[in-house]
Nanobody, 123 residues
């Protein structure tokens, strides 16, 4: 599975962006898919995850109510809609795919990772 993240950019505080994670590989639709982010000088942190059917969804507390994760398995794509962006959301955002059946927010179970897309929120 190869993942390609896109949609990052520069936005003012309060603005919105939609990230996309396009995948190759027929088995992607059966995987958990997550978004993680890493700001300069900080550790990678969990943002959101969605299971293969879209029924199970989890968010970090810091983004709950502002971000929405979704997937379109017909297009092999997972999205992260980010609204009400804050300067502290500035980071490189990575999508990742986890072939295991269980939810993981540490990143350890995620085998496939995209290259990352930069999100910068100005104050």
């Amino acid at each position: 599975v190869q993942l390609q993240a896109s949609g990052g950019g520069l936005v003012e505080a309060g603005g919105s962006l939609r990230l996309s994670c396009a995948a190759s590989g027929r088995t992607f639709s059966s995987y958990w898919t997550g978004w993680f982010r890493q700001a300069p000088g900080k550790e990678r942190e969990f943002v959101a995850a969605i299971n293969w059917s879209g029924v199970r969804i989890y968010y970090a507390e810091s983004v709950k109510g502002r971000f929405t994760i979704s997937r379109d398995n017909a297009k092999n794509t997972v999205y992260l809609q980010m609204n009400s962006l804050k300067p502290e959301d500035t980071a490189v955002y990575y999508c990742a795919a986890d072939p295991s059946a269980s939810y993981d927010r540490t990143g350890q179970d995620y085998v496939y990772w995209g290259q990352g897309t930069q999100v910068t929120v100005s104050s």
